[in-house]
């Protein structure tokens, strides 16, 4: 470790040298911030982020199958001279704006629909059946190229790389994962991400620091008995009475289990069984997910899952098998954002939003993001945008929601704190 007299004395012939030494650096980079505002704000920038918004709106895919979207994002590059590596993590782009040298700081979004047929009536409605942008992941891109757009344009005051990460399969797919086990993101020093909100009015932004979204992890049961006719139960084992006891059971791991003060989930959001009124079936099975902050509640509720599961469908004769889908990839951790990073992004979001559209005190809350996989690895920060439909006639739809409708006119706001977090990031780092 170099000593502190050592960095006194540079800091002194720093200071020495240059007349305004670090100050006139953070006033550069809030300068730059505001005019990334400006920029992303000027027709050219915003009505082209609409457009690509609508096209991508309108062809909606699901993980790992968002071919024509990656297509759309190279296209994109290409125009702009960027340079990507292609593919990574199957339809993954990952662009590079900057020197080309260290020190990289990564940007990321993902670019998955969900299966849920779009129900908002308008012009650039979904036109695939059955599929539909109902999580904004469709303003992510856009917002990313939006910034891609931004930084192209200031390249040369970028003191170092930002790396333009878009991810496939956010979705329960674990993209995220794929992207790191595919060595890209392998000498980046931080990554941001944010996902859309249509809770919060456009031009806000929240956060907090330590734990925002949980984990979550999906199961999937089966339980066996021995079917029969339903008048004649002496000579059946009932899957469906053995099934309703093991939901009932799990429902004691949050409430008598865990502690009151570390929040967790555990919800059956799936149970089938049984074809006829006068048939007991020969098994049934049930599935859904649970979530935790840490490692720890996680690990505990996945054990407790299976023993009560199995142990439950015992009492009642049955047999039954545990799938936690460990062939498909790890449970999603919970995101945990880094504390520097977090004075960091506030630093950023009060200057370009105002100190009094930023909330640095979110509450946590129950759902997941696989952003989660990258900061296990990096130093990473995730913060949600404010996209709140205008009309006041508007009824509040969640994400997920088939009514779910975004505000465009927050899309400037995305780019412009992506490229502002990225580039003084990395003048930060030459301090
Ligand atoms: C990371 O840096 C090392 C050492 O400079 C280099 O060999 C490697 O190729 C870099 N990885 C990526 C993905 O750029
Ligand atoms: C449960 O498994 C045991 C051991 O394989 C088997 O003997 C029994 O018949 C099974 N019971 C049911 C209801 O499937
Ligand atoms: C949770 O476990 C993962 C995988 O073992 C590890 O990388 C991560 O650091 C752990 N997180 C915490 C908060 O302990
Ligand atoms: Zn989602
Ligand atoms: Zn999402």
Not at 6 to 18: G, P
Not at 32 to 47: G, M
Not at 207 to 236: D, M, N, V, W, Y
Not at 251 to 269: F, G, K, N, Y
Request: aromatic share 10%.
């Amino acid at each position: 470790m170099s000593s502190f007299k050592t960095w006194f004395n540079l800091f002194t012939i720093f200071y020495v040298l240059a007349a305004t030494p670090i100050f006139s650096l953070t006033d550069s980079s809030n300068q730059l911030s505001t005019n990334f505002l400006e920029i992303a704000k000027k027709p050219e920038v915003f009505d082209w982020m609409v457009k690509i918004r609508r096209k991508i709106h309108e062809n909606p895919e699901l993980g790992y199958e968002e071919f024509e979207t990656s297509k759309l994002i190279r296209e994109e590059l290409d125009k702009l001279g960027i340079p990507y590596k292609y593919p990574v993590a199957v339809t993954g782009v990952i662009g590079f704006i900057g020197t080309g040298k260290s020190p990289f700081v990564a940007l990321r979004a993902d670019m998955d629909a969900l299966p849920v047929q779009e129900m908002v009536e308008w012009e650039h409605k979904s036109k695939v059946p059955g599929k539909m942008h109902a999580c904004g992941h469709d303003a992510h891109v856009t917002m990313l190229l939006g910034a891609a757009n931004i930084l192209k344009q200031h390249e040369k005051e970028i003191q170092g790389t930002v790396v333009l990460v878009f991810q496939p399969a956010e979705e329960g797919g674990g993209g995220a994962k794929k992207i790191l086990d595919a060595g890209a993101l392998e000498n980046v020093t931080a990554i941001f991400g944010l996902h859309v909100v249509p809770l919060i009015p456009v031009g806000t932004a929240a956060s907090r620091s330590g734990p925002l979204t949980a984990g979550s992890g999906f199961f999937e049961a089966k339980i066996s008995g021995k079917g029969g006719h339903a008048a004649i139960p002496q000579l059946s084992i009932d899957p469906i009475l053995a099934a309703s006891n093991v939901i009932i059971s799990l429902q004691h791991l949050v409430s008598r289990e865990a502690d009151p003060l570390d929040p967790r989930v555990v919800t059956v959001s799936k149970i089938q069984g049984g074809d006829a009124f006068n048939v007991i079936p020969d098994y049934a099975t049930i599935g859904g997910t649970y979530r935790g902050f840490t490692n720890k509640s996680m690990d505990q509720l996945k054990l407790r899952i299976k023993q009560v599961i199995i142990g439950q469908a015992a009492v009642q004769r049955c047999n039954a098998t545990v799938n936690f889908f460990e062939n498909v990839g790890p449970a999603n951790p919970p995101t945990v954002n880094n504390g520097d990073l977090h004075k960091h992004f506030q630093n950023v979001a009060e200057n370009v939003l105002g100190v009094n559209n930023v909330n640095l005190n979110m509450p946590p809350f129950m759902v997941a993001e696989d952003f989660a996989f990258y900061q296990e690895v990096i130093p990473g920060y995730f913060f949600t945008l404010g996209m709140k439909y205008a009309s006041p006639n508007e009824p509040f739809q969640s994400l997920h929601s088939p009514y779910l409708r975004i505000n465009e006119d927050g899309l400037p706001y995305g780019a412009a704190l992506h490229a502002s977090l990225a580039t003084s990031y990395l003048i930060k780092l030459q301090q």
